[in-house]
């Protein structure tokens, strides 16, 4: 089997718990990450900007994603050469060209309008978001997607251990209105015979 290669927008590396569960199914084998220099500047302004991190914990977390993903990378002056002829929305072009310089097969987004289908086809890229994505990689390696999820359940440890079915509540949006990640968490949780239930209040 081919790994999808997906460059990550900031929208997603930006949100919590996405980014950490794409890393624990990247780390899995499921799907190869893709940044660049330009895309982790945006997530840390928008951290540092909302105050979801402090400096100090952007650093060490983008250090930890650096170090486990070694190739992530992609280099930033050959996306700049190329950002301004992409066919897309100006503020996402450098995006675009990120994939086209790498050779991904996917943008892994939560502005999907930024992407349309009509720019990207011409391209033989798509646009999908966070929660298609892991839908795609479940079909196609539930190993992985279901190694994430019980790999993911095991470091959370607040306000105490979670189980897998907590996870996916969270993920199902089980006590909040926003559910991050609805259709993997409906699909992961009839693989794994089990049903959200909602997550502990986190302190």
């Known amino acids: 089997m081919t790994l999808r290669r ?10 919590e718990p996405v980014r950490s569960f794409l890393l624990w ?14 895309i982790l500047d945006e997530t840390r302004s928008n951290l540092l900007t909302r105050e979801a991190l402090t400096t100090e914990q952007w650093s060490r977390l983008s250090d930890a994603m650096c170090e ?18 992409m066919p897309n929305h100006e503020k996402d072009r450098h995006v675009l060209a990120a994939a086209v310089v790498s050779n991904a097969d996917v943008v892994v987004t939560s502005n999907l309008r930024h992407f349309q289908p009509f720019d990207l086809e ?10 298609e994505l892991l839908c795609e ?21 607040n306000p ?18 926003d559910p991050p990640l609805p259709a993997f968490a409906a699909a992961a949780a009839q693989a794994l ?11």
């Open 6 to 15: 997906g460059v990550i927008d900031a929208s997603v590396l930006y949100a």
């Open 137 to 157: 990689v479940l079909a196609a390696d539930p190993f992985s997607a279901l190694g994430a999820v019980q790999l993911q359940a095991s470091v959370m440890h």
């Open 68 to 85: 486990a993903f070694p190739d992530a990378t992609i280099d930033q002056a050959a996306v700049d050469a190329l950002a301004q002829s």
């Open 122 to 131: 011409p391209l033989s890229k798509r646009a999908l978001s966070p929660d």
């Open 25 to 38: 199914v990247a780390a899995e084998g499921g799907f190869v990450p893709l940044w660049t220099e330009r």
């Open 160 to 177: 105490r251990p979670w189980t897998e079915a907590e996870l996916l509540g969270l993920f199902a949006g089980l006590g909040r209105s």
């Open 193 to 203: 015979r089990i049903a959200p239930v909602p997550p502990p209040e986190r302190r």
